[in-house]
């Protein structure tokens, strides 16, 4: 390891006596004498090695008559000619070394890498067949759900494009964006865990749950509601026109069009001027309803009484952000939060899987669920398959906790 910094770090050690050693050899040559190659090596480190022992050379080639002596002018020379090199020769060097080098072993790894990756394709292969002898029962119905769950929704969407007065239609069809992009999102729950990613699955069920607490909120308040949270389109594009003319320079690109920044403007100031300013806040949609000037998320999951999901919730924040505590407690870690996880695990599955069944269930009653008797057998039919995940998952974890303790136990 670090075989180039060695070599370096002895290249930097040996500057004050390669130095020395050429002041040497100067001196000698001016003297006239014959002298072995190697003399001024060894005189540079016996003067360099500090020892009060006479220096002693047994060379083919030995000088005769010959004095050496450095004045305070020399001195400094020396000194200048090391600082010299390792504050300007040195990091050039370096700097040209490191890229020469980096573009041959670049060369080299490219010329391996179609072999690594079968290797690592094999292993990744290997990992899912195990994945699946451990999960496949519950991952099974998990997957089964969100199937159901689609072909519900696009009954769904058939019933909003066909829903009067404009102001349901709207509403239903913004209930049904949202269960299809639940949908989408619980697929990708369901990837990363079947890939052995289940910190990573929480992290998008923390947007699930995000998406089933907005759609509740506007399933309870109605059309009105919908409205408003349809319309904060103009302040979130606001917000973002601005981020981007803060650092367009530093990212090279262009500012927006003059009549597009205008248009934007526009929008905002006219949302405004018809909701008033509490609407320009993160969640000002809601506000007028949650009666908050500035209403945050724990304000509309306290609203539709899902507040019990908030420490699941955080969990899923520890994946999203750099806290201290993603740092250390990760689900991939079956038993020792001590220890470093760098990829897949086939372990921590239950919590993300179970989360994601329940809340894409609540979306899909809550948008889909009507008077109807097909409606209603479909919505006990999810509703039954949900009541059977997470007791199948934790039995699947179980097993596999088992069978880890016996592996230790040897």
Known sequence: ?????????????????????????????????????????????????????????????????????????????????????????????VDDFAVRIAKQTLRDLKGRWPEEQRLQQADISGFRTRMEETW????????MLLTIVREWCGEAHQAANQAVPPAQSRLMKLMVRFLVRSCQVT?????????????????RWRTLHEIGVV?????????????????????????????????????????????????IEKRFQAAIGQYGASFKGDYGWAAHHLKKSHATFADLEADVGYGWMRAHYQMGNDNVHAGVKSMYARLGLLTDYDSLLAGRSNAGLTDPAQNAAHTLTQIAVL????????????????????????????????RLRRKHKAFEAG
């Open 1 to 93: 390891m670090d075989v180039l910094q060695q070599t370096l770090d002895n290249v930097i050690a040996s500057v004050p006596r390669l130095t020395l050693e050429k002041l040497i050899a100067k001196k000698l040559r001016r003297q006239g004498a014959k002298f072995a190659k190697s003399l001024p090596r060894k005189l540079a480190e016996h003067m360099l090695s500090g020892s009060e022992e006479p220096f002693q050379f047994r060379g083919r080639t030995q000088p005769e008559d010959i004095s050496l002596s450095f004045d305070e002018a020399e001195g400094e020379e020396i000194t200048r000619a090391v600082d010299h090199f390792l504050n300007v020769d040195l990091p050039a060097l």
């Open 367 to 398: 948008v889909c669920l009507s008077p109807k008797l097909d409606d209603i057998v479909a919505g006990n039919i999810i509703q039954g398959l949900r009541d059977e995940i997470p007791d199948s998952f934790w039995k699947a974890d179980r």
């Open 187 to 203: 697929d990708e729950v369901i990837c990363l865990l079947e890939n052995g990613f289940a910190d990573g699955a929480m992290a």
């Open 215 to 263: 759609a509740a909120f506007i399933g309870k308040y109605g059309a009105d509601v919908a409205d408003r949270y349809a319309a904060h389109q103009a302040v979130e594009s606001r917000r973002a026109m601005r981020k981007y003319n803060d650092c367009y320079k530093d990212l090279g690109y262009r500012r927006l069009g003059a009549r597009a920044e205008k248009r």
């Open 136 to 143: 496949g029962v519950p991952l099974a119905k998990l997957r």
